[in-house]
């Protein structure tokens, strides 16, 4: 059974860094990413990283968030900098494994003030 356990959430000022960590478990994950859900909206993509190390990231983040794993502790990180108001949301953890089953975290609080 897949298990993803998010850490790093929290209150930051506009301009300010956060760093988001997704520890997985139970599977072999060819796929490893972020997504996130303000309030009335839809969950969109942020960032995905392959275990090869291949990176898609959203525009609205690009230059300023940076996905790694370390394939080694099935761990993603989700660096943000430069954080925005707009960027605040329910941050999931998201995992595909190579035969397309997808798992959620539960989702970590990213709040930004203004």
């Known amino acids: 059974q897949v298990q993803l356990v998010e850490s790093g959430g929290g209150l930051v000022q506009a301009g300010g860094s956060l760093r988001l960590s997704c520890a997985a478990s139970?599977?072999?994950?060819?796929?490893m990413g972020w997504y996130r859900q303000a309030p009335g909206r839809q969950r969109e993509l942020v960032a995905t990283?392959?275990?090869?190390?291949?990176?898609n990231y959203a525009d609205s983040v690009k230059g300023r968030f940076t996905i790694s794993r370390d394939n080694a502790k099935n761990t993603v990180y989700l660096q943000m900098n430069s954080l925005k108001p707009e960027d605040a949301a329910v941050y999931y953890c998201?995992?595909?494994?190579?035969?397309?089953?997808?798992?959620w975290g539960q989702g970590t609080q990213v709040t930004v003030s203004s």
């Open positions: 139970g599977s072999f994950f060819s796929i």
């Open positions: 990283i392959t275990r090869g190390g291949s990176t």
């Open positions: 998201n995992t595909v494994t190579p035969w397309g089953a997808s798992s």
